[in-house]
């Protein structure tokens, strides 16, 4: 599993980057202490990550200027917001940009941790805080899809599905392993079975079997 991370407090880095090694036997991280270090380090990877972690706030970055420019340079990686500050205008901004997730810095280790195996499974993260405030209206909240507010519905079929879940439900269709599937997509095996559980999850199946069989029903 391949991580980037991008903020400008080391020690806060650091300790997010000790955290974040709990996640997988093999987790490969990235630590950048600005945006332009992680463009740079972007378009230098051989390999796209799985999963940016992107402060909201450093020095010499616009995040909404931020957020648009990776979404569209790196449409398939999940990208997650961090932030000292929790102000839910800047959460639904931030969601409504297209980051999967946005993750105060005051959760607990368990709270970003869950956060981010559900982005890395197709979900995507919206902090309890949007839904607190009784005063928000409801203009002022995340338009999300159904796909991703309600991942386990399965009435959508593989519509539903993210654009890399779709290629490894094909590469699945094909007969191919999963550490064939993680070569071909330049994914690592862990995050391979990450996409696959979402994917059964999504498709309400239970085997790889009933999802390639789901896949052909609707091909």
Known sequence: MNIFLADDHPLYRMALA???KQLD????????????????????????PDLILLDLCMPGMDYEE?????????PDVNLVIISGLEDTMDMSKVLNLGA???????STREVLLSAIRLVLSGGKYIPAQIFSNSN?????????????SKPALS????DALTRRQRHV??????????????TALNLAESTVKVHITAIFRILG???????VLQAKEFA
């Open 18 to 20: 000790g955290l974040l």
């Open 25 to 48: 036997d093999q987790v490969d991280i990235t630590d950048c202490c600005n945006y332009n270090e992680l463009q740079t380090a972007l378009s230098q990877a051989t390999s796209l």
């Open 66 to 74: 931020a957020i648009a420019d990776l979404k569209q340079k790196y």
């Open 100 to 106: 999967e997730g946005f993750i105060p810095k005051s």
């Open 136 to 148: 928000s209206k409801t203009e002022n909240k995340p338009t999300l899809s159904a796909r991703k």
């Open 155 to 158: 009435s959508n079929g593989p």
């Open 169 to 182: 439900l094909d590469l699945m269709a094909e007969g191919h392993s999963n550490r064939e599937i993680a």
């Open 205 to 211: 199946v239970s085997n790889r079997t009933q999802a």
